[in-house]
């Protein structure tokens, strides 16, 4: 059977038939699975996957790569701890199959740009998408997942027909993911097996950011116990495979526990990965004159400092070794002797403080925006384990007045065992606006304005007869504004059309400015500080019977149609939705 956690005071599931939650933590480098069985008027348990296909042998291990094999034709041959045995990378090579590793990094925002030190990606298989390997590493971890269950409950089989159409999924995602990752991770889900694509399926999916998902985590495991009595505010630092995920909270309530954001969440490329690829560059520039320089052996080389040395490093006063070869392997010239590489403790040191460094700016960020609430620091995720990491943090974050700890048990487990919490607990209550979000509208044209003469080769005039400009922002949602979970931000706009027919398909677009603190007051398309959330559509055509014509300024008959722009921004989830009235009553249509 396996492991389960403390219920944490948890209240009693309030469904009326029984389910399934699973927890998908797709990780840049590893990734497991947390799941809980939810009975009508029972508390809900969480559980771990602890054994997946090529990790027979050992017991306890909750996490599997996040690697996949593909052949010639896209079908998915190994993945996860099947696709490093031996046999399997023999036949890899015989078929010449595809090898995808990192592949979540290809869903991240486009604005979010990746220092990989001169390396890349490696190339997809063969009319395969990023959204398409995802959706198969999902199915992969499904499939797992419920041999798991199958082989571990009592009357598994019996107990996973029960719920099998009553499941539901909770997936993990870096910070700095926004809406347009989320969409994309459904159509992964879709893709994979996991729901059908119906409104009752995508329902069934639920999003959580890895950083309060770790804080939930930390609630589990006892370690915010004694800052949640002082009242004091605190910092998550999940430190995994490829992203730091930086998050901080406060506690409003203790009956029931509320906890509240205090700063917009941080999320920067600075995980362990690049603590590895940064070696990787390093040793190629070593062994350049060296017989053991050559392509594949870096690869090797690289790969067991990733095993042994990164994981053990503690003491840049210590030499540091990766053991990768034979006791006959030797080249003292480059420090090889006995199957191992000799490097100082300065020069491992230096491979990891681009990431020390990243994790310091993002954390005091994070502790000067609470204005001094923040007093811990807790440390969560796979790179947490490192101890170099944890003492750097240490000790240079100790000058600000605050601690630096860590959970005692796996601190890779966090993102899927809190966001099962998540679902089940769901203690944050607010929210901090990232960003600003709002609409295009039309500004009437002010011929004093000097900004305003510079863009009147795109003026427009409406049937009613007033000149406006195009492209002005309006701000809904301000920056840094903190969103409880009932919130609503309206704002009243009004349209003008020539053309009944034209109400059956109108649509609005949402934008996003990640730029500074100030309200812009136009939106510049070309520049990556503006962005395109979603757009809310919407079938309008009821207004046609009671939109009452007028006479325009050119004799023209137009119709004037309000409605209202609603952003519901307090959940895990961006929402907008428009609303407006059919004869006094109240329509609404939520955006895709």
């Known amino acids: 059977m396996a492991g389960t956690k403390q219920s944490n005071n948890r209240k009693p599931y309030a469904g009326d038939r029984r389910a399934l939650v699973l927890a998908f933590d797709v990780g840049t480098t590893f990734s497991g699975v947390s799941y809980a069985f939810l009975e009508p008027g029972e508390v809900p348990k969480i559980h771990g996957v602890t054994r997946y296909p090529g990790q027979e042998h050992v017991t306890g291990n909750t996490k599997i790569p996040s690697l996949l094999y593909y052949d010639r034709d896209g079908n998915v041959r190994a993945a996860g701890a099947e696709a490093e045995r031996t046999q399997v990378l023999d036949d890899a090579e015989d078929g010449e199959w595809t090898k995808v590793e990192l592949f979540k990094l290809r869903l991240r925002p486009r604005r979010m740009q990746l220092d990989m030190n001169g390396m890349r990606l490696s190339p997809l298989p063969a009319g395969k998408s990023s959204e398409d390997v995802f959706g198969d590493f999902l199915r992969y971890l499904f499939g797992c997942t419920r041999k798991f269950i199958e082989d571990t409950h009592a009357n598994g089989k019996r107990l996973w027909h029960a719920v099998e159409r009553d499941i539901h999924f909770v997936l993990s995602h ?125 690869d090797h080389i690289t790969k067991r400092f990733d095993e042994t040395t990164k994981r053990l490093f503690r003491d840049k006063r210590d030499p540091q070794f990766i053991p990768f070869g034979s006791p006959l392997d030797r080249d003292m010239k480059v420090g090889i002797r006995g199957g191992q590489l000799k490097l ?70 966090a993102v899927a065992d809190g966001a099962i919490g998540f679902f089940c607990d769901h203690h944050v209550s607010a929210r901090m606006a990232r960003y600003m979000y709002g609409v295009e509208y039309l500004r009437e044209i002010n011929e004093n304005d000097q900004e305003h003469l510079t863009r009147r080769g795109r003026q427009l005039q409406l049937p009613s007869g007033p000149k406006y400009l195009p492209d002005a922002f309006d701000c809904i949602l301000a920056k840094n504004v903190r969103v409880k979970e009932s919130s609503v931000f309206s704002r009243k706009y009004y349209t003008e059309v020539t053309k009944l027919s034209t109400l059956s398909v109108f649509e609005i677009e949402i934008w996003c400015y990640r730029g500074g603190d100030s309200i812009p007051l136009w939106i510049d398309r070309n520049s990556d500080q503006f962005g395109s959330l979603c757009f809310v559509r919407a079938d309008l055509s009821k207004l046609s019977n009671s939109a009452e014509p007028k006479r325009g300024a050119s004799a023209q008959t137009y119709w004037t149609v309000v409605f209202s722009i609603e952003i519901h921004f307090g959940l895990t989830e961006f929402k907008a939705r428009m609303k407006w009235n059919e004869d006094v009553r109240v329509s609404l249509l939520f955006s895709v």
């Open 174 to 298: 870096p910070n700095g993911w926004e809406g347009a990752q989320q969409s994309r991770m459904r159509r992964s889900a879709i893709g994979g097996g996991l729901i059908p694509d119906t409104d009752e399926g995508k329902s069934r999916i639920r999003f959580v950011t890895e950083g309060e998902a770790s804080m939930h985590a930390c609630i589990l495991s006892g370690l915010a116990h004694d800052v949640l009595s002082s009242g004091n505010g605190f910092v998550v630092a999940d430190a995994g495979g490829g992203t730091l995920d930086v998050s901080s909270y406060i506690l409003r309530g203790t009956h029931p526990l509320t906890i509240e954001e205090v700063a917009p969440p941080d999320c920067v490329f600075s995980g362990a990965v690049f603590v590895s690829r940064r070696c990787r560059v390093f040793l190629e520039e070593k062994l350049r004159s060296s017989k053991y320089g050559t392509a594949e052996t870096l």
């Open 344 to 413: 100082t403790g300065a020069e491992v040191a230096e491979l990891f403080e681009p990431s020390i460094q990243a994790a310091v700016s993002s954390i005091r960020k994070q502790i000067e925006t609470s204005r001094g609430a923040v007093k811990a620091v807790w440390l969560v995720g796979g790179f947490a384990a490192s101890p170099w990491l944890f003492s750097q943090l240490q000790a240079r974050l100790a000058p600000l007045g605050v601690t630096v700890n860590r959970p005692d048990t796996q601190t890779s487990k």
